[in-house]
């Protein structure tokens, strides 16, 4: 039996199913990664994302020849990371493999965004020898200086646990990181010394995986603040966050919505945490940069619920939302605030269950209705400018897609299109490292290849990680790929001093060859720079069976409303 049920669509919902669930039963011969492995498998882990690398080899080796798991390779460590991070967003968890030093060390971007955005990677790194290591061997991958615990100290930064394997410990070290991982919704660091992987497993450990409680008294005394910081506001509003998401909570924050019969707005971070076709959704909340009537609505209740949001600088529109700490109410994983009380040692799922079976319904209509991105513009010959480019993607999103944008001008374009039912929108919003859309995507792709996965990037962020593209063709993955080709680093030219500085200028590449010769040679591609170009792209990938990638060609400053809106907010935004 699994220690942990199997994951939803979007996450890892628990911790645990029960206390009596017992690790799947391994025979006397099990070799320390296949322990390993085997427990990652009872999680519902059933791709490993890596690079090959020579002291990692006893790991790949035991990956390739595990049932149940497969081995998918990248063109390197850092897309690797990222191609991780993006099925954890989908799949709940994830696994990653890089081999000792050059490997972890280019990985090690990807883990970090990982930890800042809560998303759960087992990072499996393999190590030289333990012989090696006692005679401080001058071996490569190393500094050269004989020291081989150097990058797992650090990795401790930017994982939540980490743990060096040895036959004696793996046992206990598989469930702890195991526990670690999923309490924290963070990454953890397992190194395994090339002699050690394959040696038999020595010892047991009892799952410690059983879903933790909340504190009883801190508890009631929990609900009983919220339910009466409600009951006393005249208005209330709920703002839904991606940490409820990365626990998988997505149903018991929609079941206290209908109960409270209240509405919700969503920030940056996260969106389509919720559906947004229901009455109770209002739009998007970014402070006093967009929808001035959301804004104020928000800022005007007597109440706000934040479940899970975090207020990072692009989610609070260049920290211009101003939310009252008396009049908040802040539900977290593991500790929830009423006002400037701290309730400790509460579950965000237990609060929100009683919430649900308490909260006196109220039936509060606000005076907000979302929109989208309004009409579609532009025709024929007419050059395609933020006007024509953005209202035509959000009409082009069907239900249930798979929406990954990179960091920058088009996540900001995106963020405020009125998604269809049950499609999810996918941004590294807080870390935005550029490059990171594409090998996400291609990890979404991976982790739910029955639904359409499209990639709205720039070309700059692009150039990091395009290679990444030859491994949808090589597995087979159909995605939609959208290259926006504005000659250069829009976003860095909205916020820096000089917007034509060279700094922000970009190699010029024919982007629309790129797909065939990476190997995706059945790919629809096109470059597109006049809106009847675009729309009849956008028809013809709309109607195959096949990858498309599709160059769209703008001015060099055709930005969407939010990313002016930050050019115009940079002393906020970097609080000068």
């Known amino acids: 039996m699994s220690n942990v049920s199997a994951p939803t669509k979007e996450a890892v ?3 645990g199913t029960s206390q009596d669930s017992a690790p799947t039963q391994k025979a006397a011969s099990t070799t320390v990664v296949e322990h390993v492995l085997s427990r990652l498998k009872d999680l519902g882990i059933s791709n490993v994302f890596g690079v090959a690398g020579d002291f990692a080899f006893p790991i790949e080796d035991a990956i390739v020849g595990f049932p149940g798991i497969d081995w998918v390779g990248c063109c390197n460590e850092l897309n690797a990371s990222y191609a991780a991070d993006g099925y954890a967003r989908i799949h709940g968890i994830a ?22 955005e809560h998303v759960p990677v087992f990072h499996l ?32 930064k930017v994982v939540c646990a980490s743990a060096i394997m040895t036959p004696q410990n793996a046992a206990y070290e598989t469930e702890r990181l195991i526990a670690e991982a999923l309490y924290h919704r963070r990454p953890v660091y397992m190194a395994f010394p090339a002699d050690v992987a394959n040696q038999p497993i020595l010892g047991s450990a009892a799952s410690s995986l ?24 005249k208005t209330a509003c709920i703002l839904p966050g991606v940490l ?20 919700f707005a969503a920030m940056l971070m996260d969106k389509s945490t919720l559906e947004e076709q229901q009455p109770a959704y209002i739009g998007m909340y970014d402070g006093k940069l967009m929808d001035e009537a959301v804004r104020e609505y928000v800022e005007s209740c007597d109440a706000v619920v934040l479940i899970g949001a975090i207020l990072t600088d692009f989610s609070t529109g260049a920290f211009t939302a ?10 977290r994983h593991h500790r929830t605030h009423v006002g400037t009380k701290v309730y400790p040692n509460v579950e965000m799922k237990d609060v929100l269950g009683e919430l649900a079976r308490r909260v006196e319904k109220r039936n509060q209509k606000p005076p907000v209705q979302p929109g989208s991105l309004g009409p579609v513009k532009g025709a024929g010959s007419d050059p395609i400018n933020a006007d024509a480019l953005y209202p035509r993607w959000a009409n082009f999103i069907r239900p249930n897609d798979i929406l990954i ?13 009125l998604l269809p039912k049950g499609a999810k929108f ?11 859309a594409t090998p996400a995507a291609f990890g979404a792709a991976v982790a739910a290849p029955d639904r359409r996965v499209v990639l709205i990037t720039g070309e700059g962020s692009h150039q990091l990680t395009a290679q990444e593209i030859s491994q949808f063709g090589r597995r087979g993955l159909k995605p939609i790929i959208f290259v926006l080709n504005n000659s250069g680093y829009l976003i860095e030219r909205l916020l820096c001093k000089n917007p034509n500085i060279e700094y922000n200028d970009l190699a010029q590449w024919h982007y629309a060859d790129l797909p065939k010769a990476l190997g995706c040679d059945d790919w629809f591609t096109a470059r597109v720079a006049t809106c009847g170009e675009f729309d009849q792209a956008l028809k013809t990938a709309s109607e195959g069976d096949r990858g498309v990638y599709i160059e769209v060609v703008t001015d060099k400053y055709a930005a969407p409303p939010l990313a002016l809106k930050l050019h115009e907010s940079v002393k906020t935004l970097y609080q000068t």
């Open 13 to 15: 919902s628990t911790k």
């Open 95 to 116: 696994a990653l493999n890089t081999t000792y030093g050059a490997g972890e060390l280019s990985a090690i971007n990807g883990i970090a965004g990982a930890y800042a």
């Open 125 to 156: 790194v393999g190590m030289p020898n333990l012989p090696t290591q006692a005679a401080h061997g001058l071996v490569h991958h190393t500094l050269g200086n004989g020291e081989f615990d150097f990058f797992h100290k650090m990795a401790e």
């Open 210 to 233: 059983v879903p933790p409680k909340s504190d009883a008294a801190s508890l009631e005394r929990a609900i009983s603040a919220i339910i009466e910081a409600l009951n006393a506001a």
């Open 244 to 263: 409820a998401s990365r626990a998988g909570l997505q149903d018991a924050v929609q079941a206290f919505v209908d109960a409270s019969g209240l509405p």
């Open 322 to 331: 101003h939310l009252d700490p008396e009049k908040t109410i802040d539900i």
């Open 405 to 417: 944008t990179e960091t920058g001008t088009s996540g900001f374009g995106l963020a405020f299109a």
């Open 426 to 436: 996918y941004n590294q919003t807080l870390w935005g490292a550029i490059g990171y």
